[in-house]
């Protein structure tokens, strides 16, 4: 047992010098103060505290015996217990913290002051952005562009966490970033995870909107990111952020056909976009009518139309045309 780390209790709040002791007793049960002070050369008091400390845990037990001796609990019993007591805690601590973020949002806010704050920092701003998302419930709504916090995009590990506690994701990409095998890959990896991806050949507004309550926003769209961010609580101004993500949201297109799209299908849409008939297309691409019928309605579900008018001037919006 010489070779386990003495602070192998600290994750569930007890320090090195109750480790050692524990471990001690694990070695030699039955031991009283005097025998653990000499051999883990501490004071009296501080071994005292510690020995107070494993008892009220569950680790250790007296024996009702002069001198008082000590003996070890069962280290998977003990441990797994009061490991299991203190993830309780700390999910009673999280949902009082949901709590209270609730009634802080709900407060009456009559002053702009009260409705608007400005971040400073690149430190606070990435504090808030994982914040915003630990404290989302239902979901939050993501616009990603350029400029990034030092320059490029950094990889989201907070969202594959509120992804896998149920939180919604809907995030719309500046397309031209995904010509970057690697950011293209981390958008891979949120949406196997769940994440409702879509994607604007050119997008320039940066936000992340938490349960429609609360948004962050740039300073500044300049280059480069200037480390500075608005926080906008609930007013008429988050309500107008949070209808300009639905209008682009409509407008922009599944990443799956904006990475997807052949050539075959890009050409299909310029005809459509053009007002060709079918049999002109058939003729210009050379694909039979089942290929024909197969493919339009696999196109007008991608691009959300009801026609091969508005499949047309949707593709044409979105810039695949």
């Not at 009283?32 to 845990?57: H, Q, T, Y």
Request: proline letters at 5%; one cysteine or more; aromatic letters at 4%.
């Amino acid at each position: 047992m010489d070779t386990f780390d003495v602070g192998f209790l600290e994750p569930i709040g007890l320090g090195r010098v109750e480790g050692a002791v524990y471990l001690r007793l694990l070695r030699s049960p039955r031991a009283d103060a005097s025998e653990l002070a000499a051999d883990l050369d501490v004071s009296g008091s501080r071994l005292g505290k510690a020995i107070g400390n494993l008892v009220a845990a569950g680790l250790v037990a007296k024996l009702a015996v002069r001198p008082v001796r000590y003996v070890p609990a069962p280290p998977q019993v003990a441990i797994d217990a009061l490991a299991l007591r203190r993830a309780e805690e700390l999910d009673r601590l999280r949902a009082t913290a949901r709590d209270l973020a609730a009634a802080y949002e709900e407060a009456p806010r009559g002053h702009a002051a009260d409705l608007i704050e400005l971040i400073e920092g690149g430190s606070a701003v990435r504090h808030h952005i994982a914040q915003l998302q630990l404290a989302a419930q239902e979901e939050v709504l993501i616009i990603d562009c350029p400029p990034y916090l030092g320059g490029t995009p950094e990889f989201n590990v907070t969202e594959l966490q509120a992804l896998q506690r149920g939180v919604a994701y809907r995030s719309i990409y500046h397309m031209p970033l995904l010509d970057d095998p690697a950011r293209l890959a981390q958008v891979a990896t949120y949406t196997e995870a769940g994440e409702q991806a879509r994607a604007l050949v050119d997008v320039r507004m940066k936000m992340m909107i938490a349960d429609r309550r609360v948004a962050l926003l740039p300073l500044s769209s300049d280059e480069p990111d200037t480390g500075a961010r608005i926080v906008v609580h609930r007013s008429p101004l988050l309500t107008a952020l949070v209808a300009c993500f639905d209008l682009l949201w409509d407008r922009a297109t599944p990443i799956g056909t904006a990475l997807r799209g052949t050539r075959r299908d890009k050409e299909m849409l310029a005809l459509l976009a053009s007002g060709m008939k079918d049999a002109a297309i058939m003729r210009s691409l050379d694909i039979t009518q089942r290929t024909m019928t197969r493919r339009m309605t696999e196109l007008l579900d991608e691009l959300g139309a009801a026609t091969r008018f508005q499949a047309g001037i949707q593709a044409n919006r979105r810039g695949l045309v």
